[in-house]
Structure formats: C-alpha cells, structure tokens
C-alpha cells in the first residue's frame, strides 16, 4: 500500500491564482481530513470528510473548498491563493468509526504564495 | 473555541538526559493522541490514551492520562539523537471525534 500520497510536494504560486492540492489513499479508509501548518501553530483543520458526497468545515476552512467524489480523493482547492496561504499542507485518512482514531498523514504540500 | 496547551514550546537535552512535554486542556477529554513529526517529515501517530489515568510505555517513551482526564504527558527516558523531533498532542474538539484539534507541539533537540 501507499498509504496517504500528496502531489505536488512544492507550490510556488502568484496572489489571485487557484489550485488543487491533491490527496489520496488506498486504505479504503472512510475518513479524509486536510490541515495546514503554520511554525509554532500546530496542526489547523481545514475541512474534513467522513466519506464520498459528505464534506464539513473545520477551524479554518475560509479560502478553501474540498469535494469527495469518491473515498480514495480527496482534492483542496484554493480559489483565489493570498500570502496568508503559504503554509504547509497535510492530509490525512482514519478508518471510520469507534473511538480509536489513529490517523495517517501524507508527506506534505509547501505552498508559497507571493 | 477550545485548545490544547502543550508546554514546553522547545527543549534542548543532552544526549541520555531525559525529557517531558506536558498537554492541558480546560476541559475534559474524552481521549488524547500523542503523533511525532521528524523535520522536514509528516506527523506520525504514537499512541492514543482514552482512560483516566491511563499510562502506556512504548520503550523509552511513556505516555500518560491524567485523572481528570484534562492533561497529559509523554516522558522519554535517556533520550537518543533519534528522539529529534517536533511532538504533538491531539485531542477531539468540540466538534468531536471528527475534529481533531492540535496542541502548538514541542520541539526536541538533542545534542550529542
């Protein structure tokens, strides 16, 4: 198995333009969840889903659109990019359900928006 | 909205010292995750901890619950170069087992 993969690994991108960060895993996992990290802050949850056709919010979600058209994708999209965006990004699957939930990280998207 | 306070920010140890973080919350948890991010790698899930006063040990690494299940620790004994690292502890926000929320984590250097 893969596991998590991300593509790109490196983004340099203008203020204005858009992209989609793309995500996805082979673990028939239900749960997908995007972050980003940001020196000194931790780990900020963007948006999340617990599977194909169901998306929410989370603690910073402005800026930033998700859909999931099937449980392997999980693309992030930046709609107009600002230098508030450079930061890295993470996304991560769990099997769903229960109260164990170990997630598994992707190596990460650096995007620096100019 | 609710946090997770991790202290301390950074540590810097000598080689076989031994080394603590500490994760508090204002409110009780129903469970904390423990994930180690190497430099430059992603974060890597440890360890869970979902009863009071639980207490869990992975060789030299030993995690704990508190009994009021408002903080935690992770306690590595005679820490190695291969310790460095950025540790995180995570717990459900408010929103629950879907929202994970992050503590700032703490950076560990070790000096050979």
């Known amino acids: 198995n893969a596991g998590v993969t991300q593509t790109p690994k490196f983004q340099v991108l203008k203020t204005g333009q858009s992209m989609t960060l793309q995500c996805a895993q082979d673990m028939n996992h239900e749960y997908m969840s995007w972050y980003r990290q940001d020196p000194g802050m931790g780990l900020r949850l963007i948006h999340y889903?617990?599977?194909?056709?169901?998306?929410d919010q989370g603690e910073v979600p402005n800026g930033y659109n998700v859909s999931r058209s099937t449980t392997e994708d999980f693309p992030l999209r930046l709609l107009s990019a600002a230098p508030s965006q450079t930061s890295v990004y993470f996304c991560?699957?769990?099997?769903?359900?229960?109260?164990?939930?170990?997630?598994?990280f992707g190596p990460g998207t650096r995007l620096t928006v100019l | 909205g609710q946090q997770v306070m991790q202290i301390p920010q950074y540590q810097h140890v000598q080689e076989g010292e031994d080394f603590t973080t500490y994760c508090n919350s204002s409110?009780?948890?129903?469970?904390i995750q423990w994930y180690k991010q190497r430099p430059g790698g992603h974060p890597v899930f440890l360890i869970q901890?979902?009863?009071?006063?639980e207490v869990k040990k992975q060789k030299r690494l030993t995690f704990q619950f508190g009994e009021a299940k408002k903080n935690s620790s992770l306690h590595i004994t005679a820490t190695q170069t291969t310790d460095v690292g950025t540790y995180f502890c995570?717990?459900?926000?408010?929103?629950?087992?879907?929202?994970?929320?992050f503590g700032a984590g703490t950076r560990l250097a070790v000096h050979p």
């Open positions: 991560a699957s769990r099997p769903d359900g229960g109260l164990y939930n170990e997630q598994f």
């Open positions: 889903s617990v599977g194909a056709g169901i998306t």
């Open positions: 409110t009780t948890l129903s469970n």
């Open positions: 901890l979902v009863k009071s006063g």
């Open positions: 995570a717990a459900p926000g408010s929103g629950g087992y879907n929202k994970l929320i």
